[in-house]
């Protein structure tokens, strides 16, 4: 019951191209789905000589058949064509337009060469009907037939290879193979006298078809031979299609489920007498069709609700396995790209492919640096945490720092690989470096931070250590004050350097920068001893003159000469 839904009317006889009715037949039959397993046999040939007939008994097909009891007339108008029933792989049989009939009258051939040109241009297998005495005839039927369809096929350009079957109706006793050699030689002739453009004027017949013969007894005279005979022809055919034997190269076919839209296109160029380059318009089809599955698959993409509760959870925080989920939802829509674009051109469907990448990508990137830019912050916090944890438990401080470097970068890195999304290669190496430096400039400041406060510290020490003890020196200067200063400095700068080199040794300081230090240090205590005898300096006549008076108080109720003898010198002693 299948095939009586599945025939239809392709183009009518004014031209016009049954666009519902092949959706409709595609949906029917599931043509769509078939890929590239399916071919199309087209037959062609005068009016009213069995065509019709012919591909009903080869295909069970139901083609309308001419009624001999109401006169030769046209019976087929326009292009039909239908399922054949039963067989694999899936093939559509396409009934044209008789030639020469007295309906469209002499000079209207236009038709007729736009229908050969459509069956050259969308058939695997074109079928030639032909009378069997026409072979040999100078002026036969067969010559305006195989006229039009070698003209037509000079419009074809880069066109591809195909078959013509020649079937030749009611055989006579003339053997096949001379019948044979006869029409090839026949068509060879043809051939050679139809005007050619430049980029054919050396093409050969054998160049552009695959030239096959065959004969069948007559239909009406002996009904039981001629069925056997199309029976054999059928699993000839059926066989040679299965193995792709009689089937052309198939350069221009497109996949099935674009048969409508490339059909269309077809006989669009065919009418507006357009050029017609088979394997430009099989790109134009894969070009149209890949494109539109791309561009589906990314707003399935764009609309997939795991992808949009990612793209609103990395708003505000890093998300675990970012790069693993993304990746299978990515996955998934290539991966219905190459299903559903698997027939088509392969460079077409292999650079649409890549553009789908790039939208999807760059859709991505703002997101996946933002991922980033959570890793960075969460990184860098992770290290001054755990950085002034460890320097709290008096851990030394270029160990403590080496230690939360290598934790936190490993971390990062993790973190990075976790969030790599499988389908590219995007470098996280910028932003490691930046985290790298981030770090490393946070670690110099608490770095420079400790140095300062063990510098104060120690400076305070000395501070403590010497104001007193100089503050009693000056304050009761003698002959040996100033070796008692000098003494009680060195012995405090020992001090504060032993302690300063004890504190700094876990910051494995350079050399250079360490020796400075120490000799800031030096040179603050020495600066701190100045600093007091300068001021000292300044109290000098006050304190000589307090001095003078408690010695003269002295003298009176003691030796007199000799206290302010002594007196005298220390006097002098304070002056200088």
Not at 111 to 131: C, G, H, P, R, T
Not at 237 to 256: F, T
Not at 359 to 368: M, V
Not at 413 to 431: G, H, K, L, P
Request: proline content about 2%; some cysteine; glycine content about 4%.
């Amino acid at each position: 019951m299948e095939n009586e839904y599945s025939l239809m009317q392709l183009i009518n006889s004014k031209g016009d191209f049954n666009v519902k009715g092949v959706d409709e037949f595609m949906q029917k039959t599931g043509l769509s789905k078939c890929g590239l397993s399916y071919a199309v046999v087209a037959i062609m040939g005068p009016q009213s000589s069995g065509k019709s007939t012919l591909l009903n008994h080869l295909f069970g097909s139901n083609f309308r058949e001419m009624d001999a009891s109401k006169g030769r007339n046209q019976t087929t108008q326009g292009i039909w064509m239908e399922k054949c029933a039963g067989v694999e792989p899936f093939i559509i049989a396409m009934d044209l337009e008789g030639n020469d009939g007295n309906e469209r009258g002499e000079d209207d051939t236009a038709f007729e060469k736009q229908s050969a040109l459509f069956a050259l241009a969308i058939a695997d297998i074109v079928i030639v009907n032909m009378w069997c005495h026409d072979v040999g005839r100078e002026h036969g039927a067969n010559k305006p037939l195989l006229r039009t369809v070698f003209q037509v096929m000079m419009s074809l350009f880069s066109a591809r290879k195909t078959t013509m079957l020649f079937v030749l109706r009611d055989k006579t006793k003339t053997p096949l193979p001379l019948l044979e050699q006869t029409l090839k030689k026949n068509c060879e002739k043809i051939w050679d006298s139809i005007p050619k453009p430049a980029n054919h004027i050396d093409t050969l017949l054998s160049d552009l078809f695959n030239v096959e013969v065959t004969a069948l007894s007559s239909y009406e005279e002996k009904e039981e031979l001629f069925k056997e005979e199309v029976a054999g022809l059928r699993r000839r055919l059926l066989e040679s299609i299965s193995r792709s034997g009689l089937v052309g190269d198939r350069q221009g076919v497109v996949p099935a489920s674009e048969f409508s839209f490339s059909a269309q296109k077809i006989w669009k160029s065919i009418k507006e007498n357009k050029d017609l380059d088979l394997p430009a318009h099989k790109v134009m089809v894969a070009t149209v069709r890949c494109e539109q599955i791309a561009n589906e698959k990314l707003h399935q993409f764009l609309s997939n609700k795991d992808w949009l509760a990612l793209q609103m959870a990395i708003q505000s925080r890093p998300v675990s396995g970012f790069g693993n989920k993304l990746s299978s939802i990515l996955e998934t829509y290539f991966s219905e790209y190459d299903k559903e674009a698997f027939y088509f051109d392969e460079n077409v469907r292999n650079e649409k492919r890549e553009q789908l990448k790039s939208k999807a990508f760059n859709i991505l990137r703002p997101l996946y640096l933002k991922l980033l830019g959570h890793l960075h912050s969460k990184a860098l916090e992770n290290f001054k945490s755990r950085l002034e944890h460890k320097l709290s438990k008096e851990v030394g401080f270029a160990t403590s720092a080496k230690s939360c470097i290598n934790s936190v970068m490993l971390e990062f890195d993790q973190a990075c690989a976790d969030a790599s999304i499988r389908q590219v290669n995007w470098d996280t190496s910028e932003v490691r470096k930046k985290l790298s430096q981030d770090i490393d400039s946070y670690k110099s400041s608490v770095f420079e931070e400790i140095l300062s406060k063990v510098k104060v510290r120690y400076q305070e020490a000395l501070d403590k250590a010497l104001s007193k003890p100089l503050d009693s020196l000056f304050e009761l200067p003698n002959g040996e004050t100033w070796a008692s200063i000098r003494k009680l400095l060195s012995s405090e700068i020992d001090i504060a350097q032993s302690g300063l080199l004890a504190d700094i040794s876990g910051l494995e300081l350079e050399v250079e920068k360490r020796n400075k230090m120490i000799q800031d240090l030096r040179d603050y205590a020495r600066n701190m001893v100045e600093r007091k005898a300068r001021e000292e300096a300044r109290k000098v006549l006050h304190s000589m003159t307090v001095r003078f008076s408690t010695i003269l108080n002295n003298a009176k109720k003691k030796d007199s000469k000799k206290i302010i003898g002594d007196g005298y010198t220390e006097v002098i002693f304070l002056a200088i």
